[in-house]
């Protein structure tokens, strides 16, 4: 498996563990509502904000991989199809949603 070192998580540590956190606490409330007995609509509902919580973590992240990772803009100036770039993202952030 190719493991690269993720300078953008590292940059962006803040922001993704303050995200995280919010996942943690939505999972959070899940685990009471299921230990509550409550209805499965507020069950359902609650997963499903979870749900996409992850998707647009797992979207901001992978979107920084493509942009910092995908071509080395300093080794091969201009390898980066940038207009191409965008459209495999737009396509990830619609899959995640």
Do not use: S
């Not at 749900?51 to 942009?67: K, N, P, S, W």
């Not at 993202?89 to 949603?97: F, G, I, M, P, T």
Request: glycine share 8%; hydrophobic share 45%.
């Amino acid at each position: 498996m190719l493991h690269c070192r993720m300078t953008h998580t590292v940059h962006g540590k803040q922001k993704l563990l303050a995200r995280v956190r919010r996942i943690k606490g939505q999972v959070e409330a899940i685990e009471r509502t299921l230990e509550a007995e409550a209805g499965c609509e507020q069950v359902m509902h609650l997963i499903a904000g979870a749900r996409g919580a992850i998707a647009g973590l797992m979207a901001e992240v992978v979107e920084e991989h493509v942009l910092t990772h995908l071509v080395d803009p300093e080794k091969y100036p201009g390898a980066l199809n940038t207009e191409a770039a965008e459209q495999l993202l737009d396509v990830v952030r619609a899959y995640l949603k």
